[in-house]
């Protein structure tokens, strides 16, 4: 079971849009559309905030959006804001009933 | 109100058993419609899927754990718990519970997350 492939860091101004990128293998990001992400601020429990690759839950804002081509998957983000900054960490089904997480991404909002 | 919270013990001692509760609120772990999930996350590590059990007691493990790992249910308590046996320095993490819905691949809800720090 090995950490999907996240970028330590991205970084954007408000306003402006970033992606996240996620890359797995064909055991899990390439054969499932089952992957998830998450927002993690510091002393707070984690946020779903897309699944099943491209979904948003309720309350979700839809400047978030997720996509996946291959074994990569990709988080967006549009019309960056100051709460936006957090960490991002994806995730995927791997069959055998098991999760695998990527090793997360720092947004930084400039 | 709908909630996870995490307890258990700041330090254990190298070589120690850990054991963490997750206590549920506003949802019933009876139904069975959920799968329930520990998670950690080491210092400047990503996350990492540790095992989730479902109601009926059955369990997964991330294998790297399999050989250490417990995860046991108490429906009275509504409360579901983490055993984590011959703990070392690398299991020093930020341990997470998480629910599933059945047969779904993300998480919908966590709790906040507990410290455990191994040092002697």
């Known amino acids: 079971q090995s950490a999907l492939t996240q970028p330590r860091s991205v970084s954007g101004s408000p306003g402006q849009s970033v992606t996240i990128s996620c890359s797995g293998t064909s055991s899990d990001v390439g054969g499932y559309d089952y992957v998830s992400w998450y927002q993690l601020h510091p002393g707070k429990a984690p946020n779903l905030i897309i699944y099943d690759v491209t979904v948003r839950p309720s309350g979700v804002p839809d400047r978030f959006s997720g996509s996946k081509s291959g074994n990569t998957a990709s988080l967006t983000i549009s019309g960056l804001q100051a709460e936006d900054e957090a960490d991002y960490y994806c995730s995927s089904y791997e069959g055998n009933y098991q999760w695998v997480f990527g090793g997360g991404t720092t947004l930084t909002v400039l | 109100q709908l909630q996870l919270q995490e307890s258990g013990p700041g330090l254990v001692k190298p070589s120690q058993t850990l054991s963490l509760s997750c206590a549920v609120s506003?949802?019933?772990?009876?139904?069975?419609?959920?799968?329930w999930s520990w998670i950690r996350q080491a210092p400047g590590r990503g996350l990492e899927w540790v095992g989730y059990i479902y109601h009926s007691g059955d369990t997964y493990y991330n294998p790297s754990l399999k050989s250490r790992v417990t995860i046991s249910i108490n429906t009275t308590k509504n409360q579901f718990s983490l055993r984590l046996t011959s703990m070392a320095a690398e299991d020093s993490a930020v341990y997470y519970c998480a629910r599933a819905l059945k047969w779904t691949w993300y998480f919908d809800l966590w709790g906040r997350g507990t410290l455990v720090t191994v040092s002697s």
């Open positions: 506003g949802d019933s772990i009876s139904t069975g419609r959920h799968s």
